[in-house]
Structure formats: structure tokens, C-alpha cells
């Protein structure tokens, strides 16, 4: 008989590539509501109110943005058949499509007309909307060829690009050059000078392949179609260049289409994606969130990224979810437990709105405006490749810290066919080390570490589990 001890030198993230048996044990087959950033396993944060007033009416919430104006930045809501914003410490209505909507699928610009900032809104079904932070009115007009009722907005080489029309499903619009009595409202010819001009090109052939969003980059405008992803080139119509950059089998949605310096993440239902500049392609480490992608939905996903971490909604059964990925550390996170129907970012915070129709910031607090973090971290299941060897198992050392004296920490110890819940209460300092004594024996364990009615708590990174192993002729 000899002695061993597992270690999980430190916690990183889910992986769901592998067999259990196989993975690293700083690694996890599932774990929710976790937070790994420093190694150590914490608690997640929840979300606090960032505006009280619930957003009006009844109808769906169907998109969240921030419009960034002189005087501060200002949430836009699209909820039921209007457009809200936040301004003078209430949501007021300021745009309402009159005839209603039947998708509900809204895009969004920042872009100066006429030197004034405005925020363009594309609904797919209606013509575009222009808002300035006090008036929101029809934008564009017939004459202009600019009143197309496109779903996908993007601000390239100061023109406005436009995808999205039913009617032409693969028409790419660009606009006129703004300068002298040019604005972005204009997409017809200049006769004069046609370098400045506006106008549309088709992208592809196939109606079964229609361009579903746009992406802007500094070099190059990302054009994603249901089946495959194009690039335009060029700074003028002159030397325009279309080409396509990947046949893709899985589609994209807009909404959780990511930019991060030169290259663009997005989310697909075949995993997380990156375009670097030059090719699509899937994550090296994709695979680690297969088995929830399997069983989940990406065709509503919202994405967003907050310093180095990106972040992507989904549906688990008609329930909302939300995975986390650190770009520093490769590492991914599941949260679940609260609705968001929208997410977007800025100045280093994650905002959302919620299922109590409320702007909340990500990441704080210690529960989701009022419903529990119930987070949990579940550790490989292994034989340590020894499936002869039977594991005696003696003692489990761990250090860490509550927030709340009385709040404990569960540890669900399988070994075997055997199941014991351990009830710990983290000692005071992180100085000390807190000894469990563990029973049972087998040749396989797990263990499941999780909180106690929604309590917060830290372990830090080293944990330890001791036991005897020996064979069975011993």
C-alpha cells in the first residue's frame, strides 16, 4: 500500500474535448458560474441594476446599445415595436414603426451626417432610422437610392455599407463619400468624380447563400453569408475587390459577431471562430465546449467583449445561458441563472438587460438582481490510469476564505459507486489549511465542489486529495 495525493495545482476552465480520464485535473468537464481568472476558484460575481426603470410596454426586448454622444453615453432599447432611450433619468419612446415588425431583428452604427453624431438603426423590414440623442427620424430617401429597407450596417473607409434587403438577398450597398454636399444619406453615382460615388454590387450567386452581417475592420470589409464568408478590398468603387475567404458549413449570426483589434470572433453553433485578417477558421481549442453546444442554440446569440474576456449568450431548452472565454488564458465558462436578452459593453464593464427588463452591469454583486449564483466545479472523473488500483481515500487539504463566516462550502466526493457530501466551513484566514477526512474507497473519483444557497467563497489554487492505493491481491 502506498500513499498518494491527486493535485489540482490550479483552475483554469471547462474542457469537453477529451474522455474525463483524460484531461488535466486543473481542468473541467462542467462547472457553472465559476470564476478562474486568477487561478483560484471563486464564486462568480452576479449582476447589479445599472438603471432601475424597467425599459417600457410588454413586447419582446429584442436589442440593447450604447449611443456614445457629446454629453455621455446613452442606452437605446428596441423593445415591443419602439425604440427607447434612456435620457433625463427615464426611458422615453422615440422612434415607433408604425405598421410593426415581424422579425424583431435590429443592427446598429455610430456615424457623423452633416457633422453631427447619429446612431443608424436597421431593421430589416422597414427603412433605415436615424437618431441623434434627441430626434429620431426616417433616414435617407428614394431620390438618394438610399431608402432600402437593409438589416446589416457597417462604417468602412468613412462610407456606410448596407446588407440585409430581402428583395436582393446577396446586394452589398455602399454610399457616397462624405465631403462638400455628399453624406452617407446619398448612394446613387456622382457623375463628376465616380471614385466618390455610391452603389451596390452582388456578393455570390446563390439566393440559398444570402449575406446574414457585415463587419468592419480597418483594411477590409467582412461580408458573412449564410454558407461562407467574403471580403471587400479596396478604399474606393474604382478598385473594389470581392472575394471569398471560406466555404463554411455553420452559420453565423450578426449579433454575436465580435471585433477584437484586426480580427473578428464569432460564435457558431460548431464553436468559437476566429477571422485573423486573412482566414476563418475554429478555435484551436473549440472543442472544449462541444458538449454544451450540442445541446444548446446559437441562432439568437448576443455577443460582446469586456477587456480581454468575450462573452456569448445561447439557449439550454429555451433557457438562456452565457459563455464566458478568457483570451489571456484560454479558458472557458458557463453562467446560467438569469435572462440576457441583450448584452453590450463599455469602459470595461458588461452591460445587459435582464428578464426584469433592466440594464444590469455583469460582474458584481453577489446574485443576479436577486436570484441566487448557484455555482458549482466539477473534477474529472479518473482511475489516475490505474484501473486495478483501489483508492483509499484519507484527506482532502484545501485553503481559502468566505465572505460570509456561516456560509459553507459542498464537496460531493464520488469514489467508486459512493457518493459523500462533505459540508465545509473555509477557516478565517488563507493562512491556514483546512483538513476534510475522507472515507470510502474504489478505483474511480470525482469530486463536485459547489456553493450553499447561492454563498460566496474562494479556494485557492494547490488543492489536495490523499490516499491510500493498493491492489487487489494486497
Known amino acids: 500500500m502506498s500513499r498518494t495525493i491527486y493535485h489540482i495545482n490550479e483552475f483554469v476552465g471547462i474542457d469537453q474535448s477529451h474522455d474525463e480520464n483524460g ?29 432601475q426603470a424597467a425599459i417600457p410596454g410588454d413586447g419582446g426586448i429584442h436589442a440593447l446599445k450604447i449611443f456614445s454622444t457629446l454629453s455621455g453615453d446613452m442606452f437605446i432599447a428596441a423593445a415591443g415595436e419602439s425604440i427607447y432611450a434612456y435620457k433625463d433619468e427615464e426611458w422615453k419612446s422615440v422612434y415607433t414603426y408604425s405598421d410593426g415588425l415581424s422579425e424583431h431583428h435590429f443592427d446598429f452604427v455610430q456615424a457623423q451626417i452633416a457633422s453631427k453624431d447619429y446612431l443608424i438603426i436597421a431593421s430589416g423590414e422597414k427603412q433605415l432610422v436615424k437618431f441623434d440623442g434627441t430626434t429620431a427620424a426616417p433616414f435617407g430617401s428614394e431620390e438618394e437610392l438610399s431608402n432600402k429597407a437593409v438589416g446589416y450596417l457597417a462604417m468602412y473607409r468613412s462610407r456606410l455599407f448596407s446588407a440585409g434587403d430581402k428583395e436582393n438577398p446577396n446586394r452589398l450597398y455602399w454610399s457616397q463619400l462624405p465631403g462638400g454636399t455628399r453624406s452617407i444619406e446619398s448612394w446613387g453615382p456622382v457623375e463628376a468624380s465616380p471614385n466618390v460615388e455610391g452603389g451596390h454590387t452582388e456578393v455570390g450567386s446563390m439566393k440559398s447563400d444570402p449575406i446574414v452581417g457585415l463587419a468592419a475592420l480597418s483594411n477590409q470589409l467582412i461580408i458573412f453569408k449564410q454558407n461562407s464568408i467574403y471580403r471587400l478590398l479596396g478604399d474606393k468603387p474604382s478598385n473594389f475587390i470581392v472575394e471569398e475567404v471560406e466555404a463554411r458549413n455553420e452559420s453565423t449570426v450578426y449579433t454575436a459577431i465580435v471585433k477584437r483589434a484586426g480580427s473578428l470572433f464569432f460564435l457558431t453553433k460548431g464553436g468559437l471562430c476566429i477571422f485573423n485578417g486573412v482566414n476563418a477558421q475554429t478555435m484551436a481549442d473549440a472543442r472544449r465546449i462541444q458538449g454544451i453546444l450540442k445541446n444548446s442554440s446559437t441562432a439568437d446569440s448576443r455577443g460582446a467583449i469586456c477587456r480581454d474576456k468575450l462573452y456569448f449568450t445561447i439557449s ?13 488564458r484560454g479558458a472557458y465558462m458557463l453562467r446560467r441563472g438569469f435572462t440576457a436578452y441583450d448584452i453590450c459593453s463599455k469602459g470595461g464593464t458588461v452591460y445587459l438587460v435582464n428578464e426584469n427588463r433592466c440594464v444590469c452591469r455583469l460582474d458584481e454583486g453577489t446574485s443576479y438582481d436577486g436570484a441566487p449564483v ?5 473534477t474529472p472523473k479518473t482511475d489516475l490510469y490505474d484501473k486495478g488500483g483501489i483508492k483509499a481515500m484519507r484527506a482532502l487539504y484545501l485553503r481559502g476564505q468566505s465572505d460570509d ?14 457518493v459523500t457530501t462533505y459540508r465545509t466551513l473555509l477557516p478565517k484566514s488563507e493562512n491556514d489549511v483546512l483538513e476534510v477526512p475522507l472515507q470510502n474507497e474504489g478505483r474511480t473519483f ?4 459547489y456553493n450553499e444557497a447561492g454563498g460566496s467563497f474562494t479556494l485557492k489554487s494547490g488543492m489536495e486529495a490523499e490516499f491510500d492505493a493498493r491492489r487487489r491481491s494486497e
Open 405 to 418: 463566516a456561516d456560509s459553507a462550502t459542498l464537496i460531493d466526493v464520488t469514489i467508486g459507486g459512493c
Open 23 to 51: 484531461l488535466k485535473p486543473m481542468m473541467s468537464p462542467d462547472a457553472c458560474n465559476m470564476d478562474t481568472t486568477d487561478g483560484n476558484l471563486s464564486v462568480a460575481r452576479g449582476c447589479v441594476r445599472h438603471i
Open 316 to 328: 439550454e431548452n429555451n433557457k438562456c445561458a452565457m459563455i464566458e472565454y478568457d483570451l489571456t
Open 374 to 378: 448557484n455555482a458549482y466545479w466539477q
Open 446 to 449: 470525482c469530486m463536485r465542489i
